[in-house]
């Protein structure tokens, strides 16, 4: 009896390791893995962030879904997606209020960026702008919201005139008929001036200011030589500019204010050694910010 449970044992030992033997998982890929790009093309990122100043909430875009598109962040701390457009968004450009934004979105990587009218709430989406071949940008709202400010290279494709855009009456207006790559960067706070960044590469640029009063613009900074004038910020009253330029003896980007009645340019840390990579105001401009 002994000697047939032993072999019994033996007998299902051996019947088990069959079982086992029989079904372990056969490899159906011999090779070693290699990722598709596709995998890494849908890799989601964020950027450009914005805090609504209404509400409070965080807007951002991000490429989680395929194509960079704009998203709330709700109380919740859920990410609604506020636009679908295929092939994303380029930028945006919130309104003073919070309640719209401007959206920057070309079709198939082109750059041509239309422009499209934004709740930043519910993410109603209107588009405002149908030229395929023109390149819309650098807008700025004016102080209350009725409408904003933006180029375009609708004449020619070299040249960036200025131009007004009425949300009432859904009408454009050139305000700046100037050749030369231009871009908007500030309007003061009683909305009377625009600081006009003119580019003629990218070592070499100029500051203008355009009074919107008379259409006219004012050389701001008369120079000679490749010298770079960036991010200016109007301040109350008009009577000072705050932007960055590396037009010192060092030849970096510092922080520097400029006086607009003698347009004499001053550097705030004439002995700083380290690169200033950019300059933000706060909303009321009492609060300075700058990247090193």
Do not use: C
Not at 1 to 10: D, P, R, T
Not at 48 to 68: C, D, M, Q, V, W
Not at 114 to 132: A, F, N
Not at 202 to 214: F, G, I, P, R, V
Request: hydrophobic share 35%; net charge negative; charged share 25%.
């Amino acid at each position: 009896m002994k000697s047939f449970a032993a072999f019994a044992a033996v007998l299902f030992l051996s019947f088990g390791l069959s079982v086992a033997e029989e079904t372990e998982p056969q490899n159906f890929f011999p090779h070693p893995y290699i990722p598709q790009i596709e995998t890494f093309v849908k890799i989601g990122s964020v950027s450009s962030p914005y805090i609504n100043r209404s509400t409070g909430e965080l807007l951002f875009r991000s490429s989680k879904s395929g194509a960079p598109q704009l998203y709330r962040l709700t109380n919740d701390g859920w990410p609604y997606q506020l636009t679908l457009l295929n092939d994303g968004i380029d930028w945006y450009s919130v309104s003073n209020n919070g309640r719209l934004a401007i959206i920057g979105a070309s079709a198939g990587g082109s750059e041509q960026s239309q422009l499209y009218l934004l709740d930043t709430h519910e993410g109603k989406l209107k588009k405002l702008t149908d030229q395929k071949d023109v390149q819309h940008g650098s807008v700025v709202w004016l102080p209350d919201d009725r409408g904003f400010y933006f180029r375009s290279n609708e004449e020619s494709k070299k040249d960036f005139k200025l131009y007004s855009y009425d949300l009432a009456t859904a009408q454009s207006r050139k305000i700046f008929d100037e050749n030369g790559s231009n871009y908007i960067y500030d309007i003061s706070p009683d909305g009377r001036y625009l600081a006009v960044i003119r580019f003629h590469s990218n070592y070499n640029t100029d500051l203008l200011l355009l009074d919107l009063n008379t259409g006219k613009a004012e050389l701001m900074t008369p120079h000679e030589g490749d010298i770079i004038f960036d991010e200016p910020t109007i301040m109350p009253g008009n009577k000072f500019i705050y932007l960055l330029s590396n037009g010192n003896s060092e030849g970096i980007p510092k922080r520097a204010r400029l006086e607009v009645a003698t347009k004499k340019l001053e550097f705030l840390d004439p002995d700083e050694r380290w690169t200033i990579d950019g300059l933000s105001f706060s909303p009321d401009h009492s609060l300075m910010v700058w990247l090193v």
